[in-house]
């Protein structure tokens, strides 16, 4: 499995569709969209289904391979 990192650069949260749009690992909105849906993203070991959800500095999201830690 991949270990990325995803720094919130000060922020409060990022939305779960705009990480994975961010870091590349879907190539629209809408792929992304249809990917949280179906249950095919881990946040924390529980699926996450909310496509807006909001990602905070210490979850852990695992999609496709690939682990991602959101840091402050």
Do not use: W
Request: glycine share 10%.
């Amino acid at each position: 499995m991949e270990e990325k990192r995803f720094s919130l650069c000060g922020a409060e949260y990022i939305e779960l569709d705009k990480l994975l749009k961010i870091l590349r690992l879907v190539e629209s909105g809408g792929q992304a969209h249809e990917l949280i849906s179906r249950g095919l993203v881990r946040r924390d070991g529980v699926a996450e289904t909310r496509k807006r959800a909001k990602l905070r500095s210490g979850d852990s999201v695992v999609f496709l391979g690939n682990r991602i830690t959101v840091e402050p």
